[in-house]
């Protein structure tokens, strides 16, 4: 299962960014996951990086030359020490960012670096999950060997039903379990 692995979590500027000192307890305390956490500026913006810290267990990265005066090349030593990462809420902006190979910032540059599998959680207003244009990231990331949960129905921030829903934690979890499990068996 995942007892004794360490889940790199990247956060993204979304607003369902609310949800992740959640998932980060119940990984930790439930499923006795080493969770270590590395944010974008813009999810500072939605959620604080003491939050995380606290809900981990373990100090936060959010920018990336702070980072880099405690440790140089810290995005190699979290690509290195993660068994599995996620990136969660997946904005339109990470999926493209992703896609293109594009490295500007902790999170981007952790995932270029990193061997371990890379599930990711999209979350967006349905209008945007449905543009031909992240639809197109999103296949050319599931080619090259990303992995997906979600995005789900249901409400959104702006009070409506719609698809684009970061997945629930519970799937979320399941599906690192599946991860987890498929490493193992490899």
Do not use: C
Request: proline letters at 4%.
């Amino acid at each position: 299962m995942l007892a004794g692995k360490t889940v790199l979590i990247g956060v993204t500027g979304g607003v369902a960014a609310h949800y992740i000192p959640e998932l980060i307890g119940q990984l930790r305390w439930r499923h006795m996951v080493n969770v270590q956490v590395m944010m974008t500026l813009a999810a500072t913006r939605f959620i604080t990086p003491l939050t995380l810290e606290v809900a981990s267990g373990n100090p936060v990265y959010a920018d990336l030359w702070a980072a880099a005066q405690r440790a140089p090349v810290i995005h190699v030593q979290l690509a290195r020490l993660a068994d599995l990462v996620l990136i969660a809420p997946a904005t339109a902006d990470i999926l493209a960012k992703l896609a293109h190979g594009l490295a500007d910032d902790l999170v981007t540059l952790t995932v270029l670096a990193t061997q371990a599998p890379v599930i990711l959680a999209p979350a967006m207003h349905e209008e945007m999950w449905a543009k031909a244009v992240v639809q197109e990231n999103v296949a050319k990331l599931k080619e090259r060997g990303y992995h997906f949960v979600g995005p789900e129905r249901g409400l959104s921030a702006t009070g409506e039903i719609t698809e684009g829903r970061m997945a629930n934690i519970g799937a979320i979890i399941a599906r690192l379990i599946e991860m987890s499990e498929a490493e193992r068996r490899a």
